[in-house]
Structures are given as structure tokens and as C-alpha cells.
T-cell receptor, first 117, second 119 residues
Framework: AQTVTQSQPEMSVQEAETVTLSCTYDTSENNYYLFWYKQPPSRQMILVIRQEAYKQQNATENRFSVNFQKAAKSFSLKISDSQLGDTAMYFCAFMKRIQGGSEKLVFGKGTKLTVNP | DAGVIQSPRHEVTEMGQEVTLRCKPISGHDYLFWYRQTMMRGLELLIYFNNNVPIDDSGMPEDRFSAKMPNASFSTLKIQPSEPRDSAVYFC?????????????????FGEGSRLTVL
């Protein structure tokens, strides 16, 4: 079974600064997806960024980027130029990739990020 | 698109009562997932459907929980009888098939959740 570990229950950062959230996972699979989801106080889960394991290039989405280390099974999220609206719970998640189908998304316990003015 | 729609947003009930949570997935999505979120256990998958058929219900805690998907646009999660330990936020999410190769992007689209409190 796959597991996802987020070792930082809480983090804080000053507005405009950069912060990195850590995530490690355990799997014997070779083909999979990794995700970071954001859950603001409004509660709705929003996809931040996605990485496919077969792609060596790290995914980026505007101020959000990942450092994907497949051999180390590490998938950290870097938020640059932090904004107050980035305050939220951030969940790292894993999904096995299969042809013509879907598998469940396995989540880490989350990291609560607070951006301070 | 309206996104995944869940109802009710909040439900407060007494122990022993029946609770029904509802979900309307995004039109065209063929996978539907029910997750439960608590402080202690985080986000747990309860059950998921493909084309209205349950694929994996191994996360359903016990027989008090049941889920149905009578058609592509509607699903329910029922708890009968409810207990205080069922208090949680219940999320519904949907996803869709992309690309001719049939390989999914994997992204799940979540509803806003239903917060259940059982007294």
C-alpha cells in the first residue's frame, strides 16, 4: 500500500518570502502521479500542481513549483513570493497510474501554512 | 461549469438518526469518490465509482455506511444509524477520462464538503 508523509504539521512565512513544504511517499509502483492540493478556510480542495512520475522535469505553475526526486521518493512544494491568500492547509497526494482507469488518491496528513503580513 | 455540488453543507443530527449526504458530479465525469476528513485521521477514501458502478468500497467503515450512484449525475452517502464518531467533513469528488490513450491526468475535482455533527 502507498503511504504519503508530510513531516511539517505547521509552517509560517512572511509575505513575499519563499517557503518549501516537504512530502515523502512510499510505493513500489513506477508509474504514478503526485499532487499538491490546497484547502483554504472555505474548505474546498483545490489542485495546486501535478507531477507525472515519468517526467523528469519538475512541474511549475506560476509561483508554485515542485522538487521531484523520484529515487528519494520526495516531492516538495515551493511557494515563491508568498501571498496572504496562500494561507491554507496543503496536502500532498499520490495516485497510481493505470491505463484506461483510475486509482484512489492517497493523501498525506497535511501542512498548515500561515502567511504573515 | 458549476463544479461538484454537495448538499447539505452542514448537518447536525442526534445519535441514531439517519443521515443522507448528496453529490452531483461534474457533467461528463465518469469517476466519483467519497472522502471523509477528520482531524485525527486526515482524508480517507470511503468508496469510489466508475460509470455508476462501485469499484472499491474497502474504506467504508462499517455496515452503517452505504453509498449509491443511481445515475451519472447523482450519488448519495447514507449513515444509518449515525454515531458521534461519524462527525466529520464528507467530500465528494469527480474525475474524467482524458486523451485518446485513455490515460487519466489523475486530477480530482472536489465539492465544498458536507460538515456532519452527530450529537
Amino acid at each position: 500500500a502507498q503511504t504519503v508523509t508530510q513531516s511539517q504539521p505547521e509552517m509560517s512565512v512572511q509575505e513575499a518570502e519563499t517557503v518549501t513544504l516537504s512530502c515523502t511517499y512510499d510505493t513500489s509502483e513506477n508509474n504514478y502521479y503526485l499532487f499538491w492540493y490546497k484547502q483554504p478556510p472555505s474548505r474546498q480542495m483545490i489542485l495546486v500542481i501535478r507531477q507525472e512520475a515519468y517526467k523528469q522535469q519538475n512541474a511549475t505553475e506560476n509561483r508554485f513549483s515542485v522538487n521531484f526526486q523520484k529515487a528519494a521518493k520526495s516531492f516538495s512544494l515551493k511557494i515563491s513570493d508568498s501571498q496572504l491568500g496562500d494561507t491554507a492547509m496543503y496536502f500532498c497526494a499520490f495516485m497510481k497510474r493505470i491505463q484506461g482507469g483510475s486509482e484512489k488518491l492517497v493523501f498525506g496528513k497535511g501542512t498548515k501554512l500561515t502567511v504573515n503580513p | 461549469d458549476a463544479g461538484v455540488i454537495q448538499s447539505p453543507r452542514h448537518e447536525v443530527t442526534e445519535m441514531g438518526q439517519e443521515v443522507t449526504l448528496r453529490c452531483k458530479p461534474i457533467s461528463g465525469h465518469d469517476y466519483l469518490f467519497w472522502y471523509r476528513q477528520t482531524m485525527m485521521r486526515g482524508l480517507e477514501l470511503l468508496i469510489y465509482f466508475n460509470n455508476n458502478v462501485p469499484i472499491d468500497d474497502s474504506g467504508m467503515p462499517e455496515d452503517r455506511f452505504s453509498a449509491k450512484m443511481p445515475n451519472a449525475s447523482f450519488s448519495t452517502l447514507k449513515i444509518q444509524p449515525s454515531e458521534p464518531r461519524d462527525s466529520a467533513v464528507y467530500f465528494c469528488a469527480s474525475s474524467f477520462l482524458t486523451g485518446l490513450a485513455g490515460v487519466r491526468t489523475g486530477e480530482l475535482f472536489f465539492g465544498e464538503g458536507s460538515r456532519l455533527t452527530v450529537l
